[in-house]
């Protein structure tokens, strides 16, 4: 069992950054794919970016292309997301996703049912 805990939410102004953070518990972390998905009320969960875990392979939805940089610390068992020129509509409540130990290798899945556990989440509130 992994349990996920994020951090560094919070509000920020349009074209402001923020760095998010998830820490991961036990001693897999380095041998697991990790991913960021984030959700506003009333919609589907939406893939934001993930890291692969062998070989470092990064994928990023196209809406946060070029501002947007998920990155991975195996000693610390934490992932980050830094993100920067913020929109409004980046508004959602983040999470952090992990998925089986020793699968995805060499790539970031970007689907939800590929990972096998999931953080709380942390709200990012963007004001225009």
């Known amino acids: 069992q992994v349990q996920l805990v994020e951090s560094g939410g919070g509000l920020v102004q349009a074209g402001g950054s923020l760095r998010v953070s998830c820490a991961a518990s036990g001693r897999t972390f380095s041998t697991r794919a990790m991913g960021w998905f984030r959700q506003v009320p009333g919609l589907e969960r939406e893939f934001v970016a993930a890291i692969s875990w062998r070989i470092v392979t990064t994928v990023y939805a196209d809406s946060v292309k070029e501002r947007f940089t998920i990155s991975r610390d195996n000693a610390k068992n934490t992932v980050y997301l830094q993100m920067s020129s913020l929109k409004p509509e980046d508004t959602a409540v983040y999470y952090c996703?992990?998925?089986?130990?020793?699968?995805?290798?060499?790539?970031?899945?970007?689907?939800?049912?590929?990972?096998?556990?999931w953080g709380q989440g942390t709200q990012v509130t963007v004001s225009s």
């Open positions: 996703a992990a998925a089986e130990a020793l699968r995805y290798q060499n790539s970031a899945p970007s689907a939800a049912n590929n990972y096998a556990y």
